[in-house]
């Protein structure tokens, strides 16, 4: 057991690491993340953050509480939890960029 939270740990900052190769120079405005998605996660299960982004529960809790703002790379997942209007968050809101990247599964 005692090993299981740093290889959790290398295995995020890997998959984190990775994102970034994939998606190099990504401009995002991290306050967007505070006004539009942050608000709409206090009506998301916690089992929805969870499941949307694989982050842990009590991580989620507290991006959830607004403690910390998450990666980037998880925005997509959450803003599809949150925003009713998706479609224009992917072809013209400021997640398009990563939004329509090859690592976006939908």
Excluded at 46 to 72: C, D, N, W, Y
Excluded at 94 to 100: E, G, M, Q, T
């Amino acid at each position: 057991m005692r090993g299981r939270p740093s290889r959790a740990i290398t295995t995020r900052k890997r998959a984190l690491a990775e994102w970034e190769r994939a998606n190099p120079g990504v401009a995002y405005d991290p306050n967007w993340f505070d006004r539009e998605i942050l608000p709409g996660l206090a009506s998301v299960k916690l089992s929805e953050i969870v499941a949307a982004t694989g982050m842990s529960k009590g991580f989620a809790s507290q991006v959830g509480a607004g403690k910390f703002r998450p990666h980037v790379s998880t925005w997509v997942a959450l803003a599809k939890l949150v925003i009713d209007t998706w479609g224009e968050v992917r072809e013209e809101g400021p997640l398009a960029p990563i939004a329509r990247s090859p690592g976006d599964p939908t």
